[in-house]
């Protein structure tokens, strides 16, 4: 990680209020939520994690469908945003409270999500945060992140090399297959943006 965890969550403290319209403006960033939302396709009685939440794009979309969502993350101004819109929206299976990657204060899930977060760990830790995804025994884990399917063009970075430290699909793929899931899907969104599903392979 190029910054705290603290660091980080001061800075996205601070944006929380724009966050949504400053994201929003992407197409890449709208195909992303839309592919993790499509792949994740909960049961209407399963537990869904979404790590990373944010101001909850994906875990107030996938409510309906689930049985509950928790949404976790570090900022806890990003998640009173999605709280607020939970109550303005009247999704009452949801529930968001603080979690890391590494340790996500989270007591089961059948499908895991997470949406452009991961991409602040390094390689090493990345690894380690889905290491503690498969420990929570998920049937499914959808990602969807800034991540090179090639060799990034350095003028044109989908991303803020100061702060990110996005990895390549080959590493991400790895860290999944070794920690023993199967990737069942690859979506190629942008040369630096993708979504990743991985089954868990019983
Ligand atoms: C770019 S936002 C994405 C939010 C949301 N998933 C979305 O799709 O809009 C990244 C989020 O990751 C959170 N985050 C960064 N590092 C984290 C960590 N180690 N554990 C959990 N959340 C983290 C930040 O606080 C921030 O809310």
Redesign the pocket.
């Known amino acids: 990680m190029k910054r705290t965890?603290e660091e980080?969550?001061a800075r996205?403290d601070e944006v929380a209020g724009e966050?949504d319209d400053s994201?929003n403006d992407t197409d890449e960033?709208r195909a992303c939520?839309s592919l993790v939302v499509e792949h994740a396709d909960p049961e209407s009685d399963d537990v869904v994690a979404?790590?990373?939440?944010?101001?909850g794009?994906?875990a107030l979309s996938l409510a309906d469908d689930a049985g509950r969502v928790v949404g976790?993350?570090?900022?806890e101004g990003?998640m009173e945003q999605a709280r607020e819109k939970a109550a303005a929206q009247g999704i009452g299976n949801v529930e968001f409270g603080e979690?890391?990657?590494?340790e996500p204060n989270v007591d089961e899930a059948d499908v895991v999500v997470?949406?452009?977060?991961m991409h602040?760990?390094s390689d090493q830790e990345k690894r380690e945060a889905i290491e503690a995804i498969a420990d929570l025994d998920p049937r499914r884990f959808v990602l969807?992140d800034v991540m090179f399917f090639g060799t990034p063009d350095p003028d044109e970075p989908f991303y803020s090399p100061e702060v990110d430290d996005p990895s390549t699909v080959g590493h991400l793929a790895d860290a999944l297959t070794d920690a023993g899931f199967a990737l069942t899907a690859v979506e190629r969104v942008h040369d630096q943006v993708g979504v990743l599903v991985a089954e868990q392979v019983r």
């Not at 979404?50 to 101001?55: A, E, H, K, M, P």
């Not at 997470?114 to 977060?117: I, K, P, R, Y």
């Open positions: 965890i980080h969550a996205f966050y994201q960033y939520v979404d790590l990373g939440t944010g101001t794009a994906i976790r993350d570090i900022s990003m979690g890391r990657f590494r997470s949406n452009f977060a602040h760990l969807g």
